[in-house]
């Protein structure tokens, strides 16, 4: 009796046995914290499991457009080494048909049209730049260069009103503005119009990031007017 009434006998306690013990009990979290892990052991699983996936695909979408840009790049600097050029015309169409939105196919169509151009197809070079231009941002680095591919076209096709639109345009673009105007003068100069070709010379005249030596080109061109 006196041994079963003993201070040092477990009586009512329950024994956790390593067999017993979970990874919660192994981290000595704090009770509260264990509680709500084993209380949302389920939606923790979910949100650990929807984690991984996303990190997955995020990893294999970045291999991918890795592969898609350096095999599109791959096409383009083959097809640009082609001498015959029927063939590099359709290698390049063949980089715009099979790697779409890349920045290759972009190129490529750029290629093509420059192309048309110095085959003096001003018609489809001009309808191929149009849609390169509405297939670009306004924020895009290449939108103000394609403008004045374009102005440049319609220049060099007789249609002057739409090359001045498009040189207007550039000249109120930040690090075009000079070439804007210089456009502007040769479009008006062809259309042998002295009054504005004076005052599109006086406002070049104006700009202060012009080049001293087209400066000097201005005042030289105003002499004589």
């Known amino acids: 009796m006196q041994e079963q009434n003993s201070p040092f006998n477990k009586l009512h306690v329950e024994e956790v046995t390593p067999a017993k013990r979970t990874l919660l009990d192994e981290l000595n979290l704090p009770p509260k914290v264990s509680s709500f892990i084993r209380d949302n052991a389920k939606t923790l699983q979910a949100v650990f499991v929807a ?20 095999d599109s790049a791959a096409l383009l600097a083959h ?14 169409d063949k980089v715009g048909k099979e790697y779409p939105g890349s920045g290759a196919a972009l190129w490529s ?9 110095d085959k003096k197809d001003y018609a489809r070079a001009r309808e191929e730049i149009a ?13 103000p260069l394609i403008m004045f591919d374009l102005g440049q076209v319609y220049e060099m096709n ?18 075009f503005v000079i ?18 070709v004076k ?5 070049l005249k104006t700009q202060s990031d012009l080049q001293p030596s087209v400066r000097e080109w201005v005042e030289a061109k105003l002499a004589v007017k």
């Open 51 to 70: 984690g991984v996936v996303l990190i997955v695909s995020w990893n294999f979408y970045s291999y991918y457009t890795e592969k898609q840009r350096n």
């Open 79 to 92: 097809a640009m080494q082609e001498k015959d050029t029927v063939v590099r015309r359709i290698a390049l």
């Open 109 to 117: 169509r750029i290629t093509l049209a420059h192309e048309l151009v």
């Open 131 to 143: 849609s390169i231009k509405g297939d670009l941002s306004k924020s895009n680095p290449l939108y």
């Open 158 to 175: 007789g249609d002057f009103d739409d090359a001045l639109k498009q040189y207007t345009s550039l000249r109120e673009i930040p690090g």
């Open 179 to 196: 070439l804007g105007y210089l456009g502007e003068v040769r479009v008006y100069e062809q259309k042998n119009d002295a009054v504005k």
């Open 199 to 203: 005052e599109t010379l006086e406002q």
